[in-house]
């Protein structure tokens, strides 16, 4: 059983950086794919990035690249996202997700096993 917990979201302005924390929780978190979703208001949740157990893969959302940077650190069972040039339509509850057996570049929320509550960021104009 793993538990996640999402800190670093907020209220930021277009153009500024946030950093997203997932710090879990329980046996085994290198032998994860950890991924990060969101959820805007009145949508679907959907996934925007993933990393690979070792961090040597990660893949992006087209809407994310160059923008946000995904990491880890198996040694302290945590996750980031790096989040630069932030733009109104980012604004959403972001979600760190687990996934035993799944990869890098699963966007499905149902390949993944374990989720945090979800931590809000609001990016105004």
């Known amino acids: 059983q793993v538990q996640l917990l999402e800190s670093g979201g907020g209220l930021v302005r277009a153009g500024g950086s946030l950093r997203l924390s997932c710090a879990a929780s329980?046996?085994?978190?290198?032998?994860?794919?950890m991924a990060w979703f969101r959820q805007p208001p009145g949508k679907e949740r959907e996934w925007i990035a993933g990393?690979?157990?070792?961090?040597?893969?990660?893949h992006y959302v087209d809407s994310v690249k160059g923008r946000f940077v995904i990491s880890r650190n198996n040694a302290e069972s945590t996750a980031h996202l790096q989040m630069n040039n932030l733009k109104s339509e980012d604004t959403a509850v972001y979600y760190c997700?687990?996934?035993?057996?799944?990869?890098?570049?699963?966007?499905?929320?149902?390949?993944?096993?374990?989720w945090g509550q979800g931590t809000q960021v609001t990016v105004s104009t």
């Open positions: 997700a687990a996934s035993r057996v799944g990869r890098s570049s699963d966007t499905n929320p149902s390949r993944y096993d374990y």
């Open positions: 329980g046996r085994a978190f290198s032998s994860y794919v």
């Open positions: 990393i690979s157990w070792n961090g040597l893969n990660t």
